[in-house]
Antibody, heavy 120, light 107 residues
Framework: EVQLVQSGAEVKKPGESLKISCRASGYTFPSYWIAWVRQMPGKGLEWMGIIYPRDSETNYNPSFQDRVTFSADKSTNTAYLHWSSLQASDSAIYYC?????????????WGQGTLVTVSS | AILLTQSPSSLSASVGDRVTITCRASQDTGRSLAWYQQKPGKPPNLLIYDASNVQSGVPSRFSGSGSGAVFTLTISSLQPEDFATYYCHQFNSYPHTFGQGTKVDLK
């Protein structure tokens, strides 16, 4: 059974750094692209970009390019989303998700989401 | 980036109604379009991929059609568990984009 299990909710202050995780199981982690998707409170879905764990190739949405970093650890089947300096506007639910065939395919499995709250 | 515009943004319907949601793209996306259902507090769930292929396990009352720049999601007979928000998603080019969502609620 394919599962993407994300790390728990976080409460941070502006300017702090944060790395959230997404642990995959039930499939060959290196072979499938992982996307990160943002959902701000009461709003729609925003595709932030993707990473290919086999070689850590990435493609960032220009809207997020300078704000976040994707990484992946094949030894632990885990993908990460990192901020070096959070802003209040980063408060949202963040989903990791799997593209089944390539970076140009639909999303077939989603993590449960990680709620990030940034407040002074 | 390709802009996806869904219509309507919200609709009220009754159990048993036929519901159609449209997704219009600002550029040709071929058939590289998917539809998702999202319920409050849950991640989205894939319904349709490649414009018209029904994902395994999804009830047959859900169908998709279209190509190029205009796509539709149809629910043939709305069931109580179908009240939710629906999103289209284009994966033809980077960055992928989503429509703004269509909320289906009870009339």
């Amino acid at each position: 059974e394919v599962q993407l299990v994300q790390s728990g909710a976080e409460v941070k202050k502006p300017g702090e750094s944060l790395k959230i995780s997404c642990r995959a199981s039930g499939y060959t982690f290196p072979s499938y692209w992982i996307a990160w998707v943002r959902q701000m409170p009461g709003k729609g879905l925003e595709w932030m970009g993707i990473i290919y764990p086999r070689d850590s190739e990435t493609n960032y949405n220009p809207s997020f390019q300078d704000r976040v970093t994707f990484s992946a650890d094949k030894s632990t089947n885990t993908a990460y989303l990192h901020w070096s300096s959070l802003q209040a506007s980063d408060s949202a639910i963040y989903y990791c998700a799997r593209h089944p065939w390539s970076g140009y395919s639909q999303i077939d499995f989603w993590g449960q989401g990680t709620l990030v709250t940034v407040s002074s | 980036a390709i802009l996806l515009t869904q219509s309507p943004s919200s609709l009220s319907a009754s159990v048993g109604d036929r519901v159609t949601i449209t997704c219009r793209a600002s550029q040709d996306t071929g058939r590289s379009l998917a539809w998702y259902q999202q319920k409050p507090g849950k991640p989205p769930n894939l319904l349709i991929y490649d414009a018209s292929n029904v994902q395994s396990g999804v009830p047959s009352r859900f169908s998709g059609s279209g190509s190029g720049a205009v796509f539709t999601l149809t629910i043939s007979s709305l069931q109580p568990e179908d009240f939710a928000t629906y999103y289209c998603h284009q994966f033809n080019s980077y960055p992928h984009t989503f429509g703004q969502g269509t909320k289906v609620d009870l009339k």
